[in-house]
């Protein structure tokens, strides 16, 4: 069965940037949209940003301007951008890939931004 392999955490300073990848170790069909959520110590699960098979995106408004979602042609790896990190977007970020037939999910990955 697929599995969807993360990329990209890491330590960073406020003002920085990362790119977080989420990869697909096998084929995935179906695919109706992708997304990255979040979820800090202590707080909900946020989602931050998603993609439709058509190209769509959308992000929240606390990301928004800052980090940008995509995917390669193949449509089946996905990408987070984030620039201008702030101390608040430290979180694990997870990756997800919703299909016809079930959801895939990522394992995480830690982002920490430091004042």
């Known amino acids: 069965q697929a599995q969807l392999v993360e990329s990209g955490g890491g330590l960073v300073q406020a003002g920085g940037s990362l790119r977080l990848s989420c990869a697909a170790s096998?084929?995935?069909?179906?695919?109706?949209?992708m997304g990255w959520y979040r979820q800090a110590p202590g707080k909900q699960r946020e989602l931050v940003a998603t993609?439709?098979?058509?190209?769509?995106?959308d992000a929240a408004d606390s990301v928004k301007g800052r980090f940008t979602i995509s995917r390669d042609n193949a449509g089946n790896t996905l990408y987070l951008q984030m620039n201008s990190l702030k101390p608040e977007d430290t979180a694990i970020y997870y990756c997800?890939?919703?299909?016809?037939?079930?959801?895939?999910w990522g394992q995480g990955t830690q982002v920490t931004v430091s004042p």
């Open positions: 997800y890939f919703h299909t016809t037939w079930g959801d895939y």
């Open positions: 096998g084929s995935i069909f179906r695919i109706k949209d």
């Open positions: 993609i439709t098979s058509s190209d769509s995106t």
